[in-house]
């Protein structure tokens, strides 16, 4: 069993920047990669950022040169640092990591950007 909890979602405005944070129960070191997606409602889940334990990243096209993920094993957490926020990065957040054959997702954290 695995628990992811995001935080630091809010209100930004645009230009503006903010840090997300998944804490996970236990060590994030034994996930070959987590990732954090988002949503709209009434759309589908999309990837924004990858990375692998061995620090490898992959970042979603929209998201490229303004966005970093990256992972504190000491803390259990990995991060998004969002820069140069646009009002179309408006989404509900969320953490993934699959473990064991199964997936695991957090409650999600609302970011808002205003224009």
């Known amino acids: 069993q695995v628990q992811l909890v995001e935080s630091g979602g809010g209100l930004v405005q645009s230009g503006g920047s903010l840090r997300l944070s998944c804490a996970a129960s236990?060590?994030?070191?034994?996930?070959?990669?987590m990732g954090w997606y988002r949503q709209a409602p009434g759309k589908p889940r999309d990837l924004v950022a990858l990375?692998?334990?061995?620090?490898?990243?992959y970042y979603g096209d929209s998201v490229k040169g303004r966005f970093t993920i990256s992972g504190d094993n000491a803390k259990n957490t990995v991060y998004l640092q969002m820069n140069s926020l646009k009002p179309e990065d408006t989404d509900v957040y969320y953490c993934?990591?699959?473990?064991?054959?199964?997936?695991?997702w957090g409650q999600g954290t609302q970011v808002t950007v205003s224009s």
């Open positions: 993934n990591v699959n473990f064991g054959g199964r997936e695991y």
């Open positions: 236990g060590s994030i070191f034994r996930f070959n990669v």
């Open positions: 990375i692998t334990n061995g620090g490898t990243t």
